[in-house]
């Protein structure tokens, strides 16, 4: 990994804010009459809590900075509710159609990693962080075992893995639906951010043959082990990234998870995290979690352990 270009996203941190009728230009915002007036109230009360926060972070006080975004008009309850919506309850030892393969990661690494994945996408208002999950693990690992790009459909996972796809699931609860099946494109399948009925689309020819997960318990150098081998895909408990802007996450190390993301890679003190928010998020579009050996990690990452699938071009036995 090149760190530099990590770094480069820790900018100066501006400290002007956006009136409220420039935020609802820049983020397409339409609200008539009292919810505009709501949205107002909510919105200039994050602007007050980004720039308390953010003087901070010039002082040296913060190792993070809080950024506008398109969240920064939502209440915490609205954002909780929308968009983190990965369901701990689903487990894949309810499901055996699917290999499953259980590594043990012993060895305390050091330096650093970053692994070529697909471009960041956006789930929009819809509980789908899961199959943005699901989907992430296959395209990465085709990127790294098969040295193709295929972009593939969040909607068809959703679709045709879940009756409520927009509220809520996970992403190993997916894949033995998925075990042997056709994976149809992106661009056949669009995303349509709401939930709807499984069709056919283009089949981009890959096909998941297993799945590689961590044991458990998952310690600090074991995630970055595991990510020595592949990006793993994690849950994470996520109530509290509505206004990240940039630089090393230290929130809390409890073990509560409501979001599916994927660990991409790490550095001496982070561990780098592809989320499904869309590229004015965050780091263009990524996180990084502050390593750590308390509790479950920063925001629960080492309460569930990390997986990926084994991707193929051959048909599977199911």
């Known amino acids: ?28 915002k339409v609200y008539n009459g009292d ?5 107002k109230a ?11 926060h953010n003087v901070k972070y010039d002082a040296g006080e913060e190792t993070w900075f809080m950024a506008v975004n398109q969240f920064s008009d939502w209440t915490e309850e609205e954002f909780v509710d929308k968009m983190l919506n990965f369901d701990p309850a689903q487990s894949i030892h309810n499901q055996t159609s699917i290999p499953v393969v259980e590594r043990e990661y012993l060895t305390a690494e050091v330096g650093d990693k970053d692994w070529n994945v697909s471009p960041i996408k956006d789930q929009g208002s819809c509980g789908s962080c899961w199959a943005f999950g699901a989907v992430a693990g296959m395209e990465s690992e085709i990127i790294r075992q098969l040295k193709r790009s295929d972009i593939l459909s969040e909607q068809y996972v959703m679709d045709c893995t879940s009756s409520a796809a927009c509220s809520g699931g996970r992403a190993d609860s997916a894949y033995p639906q998925l075990y042997g099946e056709a ?3 992106a661009d056949s399948y ?9 069709h056919t689309g283009t089949d981009s020819g890959v096909r998941i043959s297993d799945f590689t997960r961590t044991s458990r318990p998952v310690t600090d150098s074991a995630l970055a082990s595991a990510l020595d081998t592949a990006a793993q895909v994690v849950a994470v408990g996520a109530s509290s990234w509505s206004s990240y802007g940039g630089g090393v996450y230290t929130g809390s190390t409890a073990c509560s998870l409501n979001h599916q993301v ?16 869309g590229k004015s998020w965050g ?3 990524f996180i990084r979690l502050a390593r750590t050996s308390s509790g479950c990690g920063t925001s629960g990452i080492l309460s569930d352990g990390g997986f990926y699938p084994t991707m193929s071009t051959s048909s599977v036995e199911v």
């Open 1 to 28: 990994m090149k760190v530099a270009s990590v770094l480069s996203f820790v900018a100066v941190v501006e400290s002007a804010v956006p009136s409220w009728e420039e935020y609802k230009a820049e983020f397409n």
């Open 35 to 39: 919810e505009d007036d709501t949205r």
């Open 42 to 52: 909510t919105f200039t009360g994050k602007m007050g809590e980004l720039e308390a």
């Open 183 to 185: 994976l149809y494109t």
């Open 190 to 198: 669009p995303y349509q951010a709401r939930n709807g009925n499984c």
């Open 262 to 277: 994927q660990a991409t890679g790490y550095g001496s003190n982070f561990i780098k995290v592809k989320n499904s928010w």
């Open 283 to 285: 780091e263009a579009g």
